[in-house]
């Protein structure tokens, strides 16, 4: 069975970055589509950012573009989501996401733990 | 990009009841709505996809249907475990792949 076991996160400055990383095993890594969702405290799901196989296409939601980057290893079966330039509004629990099948048949269908990023002073 | 907006908010439904939350797109998406459940510190888990299929282990009392903006998860026969908050998301537009807002169902 697939797992996702995601590190990094915590408490950081406003301003101050953070990488997150997703450890994936019991399946071929490099044959799917990754993403990273957010949920901010009592809030609803947030699709962040999205790469391809290979990490040739990458994507981002409009309110973390040009401050986060995401990034895979297929060598290592490993996903990162490098955040700077941090905001309070960031503040969220972070999920490691595997996207399943082609249209219509997408869906997320293995998510990570979950890891919470503050951003506070 | 494409806007899901879901309803109701919250319910309030007993052990036995069937219940239906909506999901209405701002434009056709062809069927690419998927279904997640979420329970309180949990991590959200898909039900359905394509609208109306079942993700494998996923009890028979979830259904999905709908085509063009409008889709429908109902649960036949709520069960104590379903208590929880359900999200649509559509997967059609490449890659943003929105959310619903959430419907809490509750005792």
Redesign the interface.
């Known amino acids: 069975e697939a797992h996702l076991v995601q590190s990094g996160g915590g408490l950081v400055q406003p301003a101050g970055s953070l990488r997150l990383s997703c450890a994936a095993s019991g399946f071929s890594f490099s044959s799917y ?1 990754m ?1 990273w969702v957010r949920q901010a405290p009592g809030k ?4 962040v950012s ?1 790469i391809s196989k290979g990490g040739i296409t990458t ?1 981002y ?1 409009d309110s973390v573009k040009g401050r986060f980057t995401i990034s895979r290893d297929d060598a290592k079966n490993s996903l990162y989501l490098q955040m700077n330039s941090l905001r309070a509004e960031d503040t969220a629990v972070y ?1 490691c996401v595997r996207l399943q ?1 082609g ?7 293995y ?4 890891t919470l990023v503050t951003v506070s002073s | 990009d494409i806007q899901m907006t879901q309803s109701p908010s919250s319910l309030s439904a007993s052990v036995g009841d069937r219940v239906t939350i909506t999901c209405r797109a701002s434009q056709d998406i ?5 279904w ?1 459940q ?1 329970k309180p510190g949990k ?4 039900l359905l ?3 109306s ?1 079942l ?1 494998s282990g996923v009890p028979s009392r979830f259904g999905g249907s709908g085509s063009g903006t409008d889709y429908t998860l109902t649960i036949n026969g709520l069960q104590p475990e379903d208590f929880a908050t359900y ?1 649509c ?1 559509q ?2 537009v ?9 419907t809490k169902v509750e005792i």
């Open positions: 589509e993403n609803g799901l947030e699709w999205y994507y939601a999920y099948g249209v219509p048949n997408r869906r997320f269908d998510w990570g733990q979950g | 062809t069927n690419a709505v998927a997640y979420q991590v959200p888990k898909v996809y394509a609208a299929r993700e999200y998301q997967l059609q490449y890659p943003t792949w929105t959310f619903g807002q959430g």
